[in-house]
């Protein structure tokens, strides 16, 4: 089974992917976590676009997926969290799975207000050694954590936040393609992350083809 997790900015995309992973026995892959991760000139360009709160150019978008796909072998048993941002990407990544005999069967789009948005990504906070995500509202580090270790990454600036929101939002066409596809799952992404969690499983347990 391959999952796409799509949202708007902050949306707790990445923490129900995780969970995801575990309960399916799924790869959890993000490509921004990836883009961050990488080294190299290909990086530099992608991390440009980050840092400012926009979108990563789709070509490089498309690359870098394939290349790490092909090199993992992870046609199947995937989560890819917070891609494809485009229809372009969708269209991109189908071919690509279909000639390599797979498919996406579920396309999660969890949903939440701009200003929700708004007050959970300005207290969003990243571990520097572990990368660990933290949320000083939703999901605050326990006593353990020294708060000197805790960085704010520099996309989740007020700045870049209300760019990201502007310029990062779902596209309509991409989720009426996912709707032709019969692949749509939507979900109130206002709620308790168990919650959430717990809806998503029954809406893929019920739907399993
Ligand atoms: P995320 O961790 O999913 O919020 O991604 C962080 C940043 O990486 C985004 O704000 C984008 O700049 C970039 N990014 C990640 N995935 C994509 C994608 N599929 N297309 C374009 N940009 C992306």
Redesign the pocket.
Same mark, same amino acid.
């Given at each position: 089974m391959n999952i796409f997790i799509v949202g708007n900015?902050g949306s707790g995309?990445?923490t129900q992917a995780k969970l995801l992973a575990k309960h399916f026995n799924l790869t959890h892959f993000?490509?921004?976590?990836?883009?961050?991760q990488m080294k190299g000139d290909v990086a530099k360009i992608?991390k440009e676009?980050?840092n400012r709160?926009?979108?990563?150019?789709?070509e490089?978008?498309i690359e870098t997926?394939e290349e790490y796909v092909v090199e993992y072998n992870l046609f199947n048993d995937l989560i890819i969290?917070?891609?494809? =941002?485009?229809l372009f +990407?969708y269209q991109r990544f189908k071919e690509f799975f279909a000639v390599n005999s797979s498919k996406f069967n579920f396309a999660i789009y969890i949903k939440i207000s701009d200003s929700e948005a708004v007050k959970r990504l300005t207290a969003r906070r990243e571990h520097v050694l572990t990368h660990e995500i933290y949320n000083l509202i939703t999901n605050p580090p326990g006593p353990d954590i020294k708060v000197s270790d805790l960085i704010q990454r520099e996309?989740d600036t007020v700045e870049a936040v209300t760019e =990201?929101l502007r310029v +990062?939002k779902v596209p309509g066409d991409l989720l009426k393609e996912f709707n032709k596809d019969e692949i749509l799952v939507e979900i109130d992404g206002e709620r308790p992350v168990e919650d959430i969690f717990k809806d998503i499983i029954s809406k893929i347990e019920n739907n399993k083809k």
């Open positions: 900015p995309k990445g993000s490509t921004g976590v990836l883009f961050r992608a676009f980050m709160g926009e979108l990563v150019p789709d490089i978008v997926f969290d917070g891609s494809p =941002r485009s +990407q996309d =990201r +990062q």
